[in-house]
């Protein structure tokens, strides 16, 4: 028989342990409950921005922007992360990568080339603007934007001369790309300028004199503020952006550069990886591509050289689409064939379905060859897997299979929509894009 003081010891013990396990509980809570307080605070002063027609990008809100960032990663240090239960740790993880990098971009003033080579600022609503719009309230919004334009676009012109003055400026062959994105911006007849393009329809569930009065309010737009703002800034890029350009490509041309090339190696590797030990990685990989592609070539019997192989695949009409339609119907066909293995190989898909489109014609030119185009039941869009139509004779039939895969199912859309999706995580979560996660994801998709 236990006595009473060995059962009073027993007793301390366990409600020592109890007051320790009380202890650590509430030690979790307290490091998850500050961790969640900084998710909120960041997401409300997103809000505040996502709030406005466009966003400030001035100098002076980018400094005000990076001392906001500063005191969240100050307070990130604050938070004890050996309290935090895993699923909380990984937040924590994937919040202080995003703080991080949105902090060097201001700290490595990379804002002062407010384009790359599919375009920027000059060709962003291009994205936007629809074939028509569901009430007058959202035509109102439409031209509410549209006349807002300007503002943003000299902003971001402003940041264009600061970085002249300080020789952060684009590569030439890149600049000069901007000349063919904005045809459909500076396009003279106002009925065929892209800014008109959804009063082009009109619908017949709207009120014909209201449509009619947005219909001219628009015309004005284009005419007196839309115009003239592209035609100065045609100017300006031959005048004085373009000549002072530099020849060369690489980033480490431009003061900072090094440093910038570093940190997007981070970023979209998420690994501390030199230039050199980058550029070894890509030696390699090119080696043992080269070595798959000469095995085809012996297996198809293909009689020439390496050249001439690709020569034969960038050349021969059997493999390249006569017309746009044949190009999307083509990809569209691949898509639903996967679609229907999909099942075979995940136990859970996400509900929000997906789209085959041709890539916008306003950003077509100078786009890559296929790309995934998110969705959301918020925003009552579908998912689009974006297939490029122009210059047919440089789009291959024979890249279908890969692209569908990547860019459609099981590749971005099926990775993208479904983290949308999932329950039980911070908002943030739902919506970041970790490069080397999702193109890795992509990559693995084609396989």
């Known amino acids: 028989m236990m006595s009473r003081k060995n059962t009073s010891y027993g007793l301390l013990i ?31 002063h997103n809000k505040e921005k ?36 895993q699923s909380a740790r990984i937040n924590f993880e994937v919040f202080k990568y995003e ?31 629809r074939d028509h719009y569901s009430d007058l309230d959202a035509y109102k919004k439409y031209n509410e934007k549209v006349q807002a334009y300007p503002g943003f676009f000299r902003q971001n012109v402003e940041l264009m001369r600061e970085g002249m003055a300080t020789g952060i400026v684009a590569p030439k062959i890149t600049a000069a790309n901007y000349e063919v994105l904005i045809k459909p ?23 014909a004199d209201s449509f009619s009065l947005l219909k001219e309010e628009m015309k004005r737009i284009i005419k007196d503020s839309i115009l003239p703002l592209y035609t100065n800034f045609d100017k300006f890029m031959k005048e004085e952006y373009l000549p002072i350009c530099r020849d060369k490509v690489g980033i480490s041309e431009i003061p900072g550069g090094k440093e910038i090339y570093q940190q997007r190696i981070a970023y979209f590797t998420s690994l501390d990886m030199s230039p050199e030990a980058v550029f070894e990685k890509g ?27 690709l020569d034969f695949l960038r050349s021969d009409p059997q493999f390249y689409a006569k017309t746009p ?37 306003a950003i077509a030119p100078n786009y890559t060859g296929g790309r995934y185009s998110g969705g959301s039941w918020e925003s009552h ?11 047919l004779e440089s789009r291959p039939l024979y ?28 908002d943030f979560r739902n919506h970041t894009y970790i490069s080397a996660f999702g193109e890795g994801w992509g990559l693995y998709s084609e396989y």
Do not use: C
Request: zero cysteines.
């Open 14 to 44: 366990i409600v020592g342990i109890l007051l320790q396990l009380s202890l650590k509980v509430d030690a979790q809570n307290s490091a998850k409950d500050d961790l969640y307080a900084l998710f909120d605070k960041v997401r409300n």
């Open 50 to 85: 996502q709030d406005q027609l466009f966003r400030d990008v001035s100098e002076s809100t980018q400094r005000e922007e990076a001392e906001f960032i500063l005191g969240i990663l100050d307070d990130l240090r604050q938070v004890d992360i050996s309290e935090l239960d």
């Open 325 to 361: 339609k044949e190009l999307l119907m083509n990809a569209s066909y691949i898509a639903k064939r996967i679609d229907g293995l999909l099942p075979q190989y995940f136990n859970i898909l996400p509900s929000l379905p997906y789209g085959v489109q041709p890539v916008p014609e």
């Open 283 to 309: 030696q390699s990989e090119v080696k043992r591509i080269r070595g798959e592609m000469e095995a085809i070539i012996k297996k198809v019997g293909f009689e020439g050289s390496y050249a001439e192989f």
């Open 99 to 129: 703080q991080q990098n949105d902090y060097d971009v201001i700290k490595l003033r990379m804002y002062l080339i407010p384009f790359n080579a599919e375009g920027g600022f000059y060709n962003q609503l291009s994205y936007s603007i």
């Open 185 to 207: 911006f500076i396009e003279p007849a106002i009925d065929e300028n892209i800014f008109f393009k959804p009063y082009k329809t009109e619908p017949s569930n709207l009120p």
């Open 399 to 426: 890249v279908l299979p890969a692209l569908t895969l990547h860019e459609a199912v099981p590749g971005h859309h099926l990775q993208i929509a479904l983290s949308q999706e999932l329950k039980g995580l911070p």
């Open 381 to 391: 869009r579908s998912g689009n897997y974006w297939v490029n139509t122009y210059k």
